[in-house]
């Protein structure tokens, strides 16, 4: 029944220049990432050829400026891109974003001299970043965090011990955040690290639920020294610069979540069309379809979401207390739906045989990274009430 296959999303994209890069990713999609998706993310294996390939297309760089090897793209567009990568693999759409944050810092915060040096390469020239906020006694409490840069000369000195870090151990650099005065947020700077600087090192991946493919490690910082000049921004202002990537980031998991939402849906949609039991397909039962329906519903609605907070930030305007609004709404749409989709495929749905069970572990993280869900509805409750009293 071919009317009921699943359809490539109809986009709303504002030019002929998006349009093609949408068909562009679409082809990468569809021929490099998604079929060695399920075998790789089985074995463990991080496709850093496909980062390469994606480098080379001009993909890791969209949202920044073409003079320094980026894309020039609207935030709207940039989500998108993400989107479709997420659908055929979360690793893969999960990790442009993650290289996105982190070099956010030094294109939005970095001197035009750093960023002439540094920004090319890490954009179109194969390199891989990773973001370095989280500690093992410090995730939602990014402000309490513990490693410690301290300046000898030109240079500042990192000690210390990161935690949750996506690419942690095979990243070419490192977005870094460090204490460098007072306790809480106004004691924090950032800095640009070299993933083969001497006395950095990463623990062994972590053993996960889902995104296998991606690794998460510790990464720890034994006495490596960077000189003054990749200090990005002042210091003292690492913590704003944090927050600040953080609320771009957000979108970035948001889109992935319906990325990996709308591949669950599909999955669900294919399965509906062609099991037949009782005579007829099981996407003809009204139970089914009423649950199709709602799936695909909370995807369209986490989509405008994104897309609308993604206006805002392309606007210029505030967009904080949308983007968690976005991150919430998406990932809990994707955890929902994931679900949902092993239900509408019955004991298919938990064989590794059907991707639906993938989906469903991988959604879980999608609660969680980037500020649990916990503080997004906190962020959005101070952006209504105002700050919890003291």
């Not at 709207?76 to 810092?105: I, P």
């Not at 889109?255 to 069309?273: H, M």
Request: glycine share 10%; hydrophobic share 40%; net charge negative.
């Amino acid at each position: 029944m071919p009317d009921r296959a699943p359809q490539p999303v109809d986009r709303q994209l504002p030019t002929d220049e998006a349009r093609d890069l949408i068909s562009l990713v679409r082809d990468i999609a569809q021929r490099e990432v998604a079929p060695k998706a399920a075998e790789e993310e089985d074995a463990g294996r991080f496709p850093r050829d496909l980062f390469t390939l994606l480098s080379e297309a001009g993909l890791l760089g969209l949202p920044y400026d073409s003079e320094y090897g980026g894309g020039d793209q609207p935030y709207e567009v940039y989500l998108q891109v993400l989107e479709e990568l997420a659908m055929a693999r979360l690793t893969v759409g999960l990790g442009v974003s993650v290289h996105t944050l982190a070099s956010y810092a030094l294109a939005a915060y970095g001197a035009k001299e750093q960023q002439a040096e540094h920004l090319p390469a890490m954009l179109g020239g194969g390199l891989l970043g990773a973001y370095c906020l989280s500690e093992p006694a410090s995730g939602s409490d990014a402000a309490s965090l513990r490693t410690k840069a301290v300046r000898d000369g030109d240079d500042w000195v990192i000690t210390g011990t990161k935690a949750w870090i996506t690419h942690g151990g095979i990243a070419d650099f490192y977005t870094v955040m460090a204490r460098t005065g007072e306790e809480g947020p106004r004691g924090i700077t950032a800095f640009l690290v070299p993933g083969d600087a001497e006395g950095l090192s990463a623990a062994a991946p972590e053993k996960k639920m889902g995104m296998k493919g991606s690794p998460t490690a510790q990464v720890h910082f034994d006495g490596v020294r960077v000189s003054d000049d990749r200090r990005i921004g002042e210091e003292g202002q690492g913590f704003a610069i944090a927050l600040s990537a953080l609320d771009g980031g957000r979108l970035g998991i948001a889109a992935c979540a319906i990325g990996l939402a709308q591949a669950a849906l599909d999955e669900a949609l294919r399965y509906a069309t062609e099991r037949r039991q009782f005579g007829k397909p099981i996407a003809d039962f009204q139970g089914l379809r009423f649950m199709l329906a709602d799936m695909a519903t909370q995807i369209e609605a986490g989509r405008a979401l994104y897309l609308s907070a993604a206006r805002l930030r392309d606007a210029g305007r505030p967009f904080a207390k949308q983007a968690a609004m976005a991150k919430l709404h998406c990932t809990d749409t994707a955890m929902r739906v994931t679900t949902d989709a092993v239900q509408i495929l019955g004991g298919y749905g938990y064989t590794a045989d059907f991707p639906a069970e993938r989906y469903m572990r991988e959604a879980k993280v999608l609660q969680i990274v980037e500020g649990t869900n916990q503080i997004q509805r906190m962020v959005i409750a101070r952006h209504l009430a105002g700050p919890e009293a003291r």
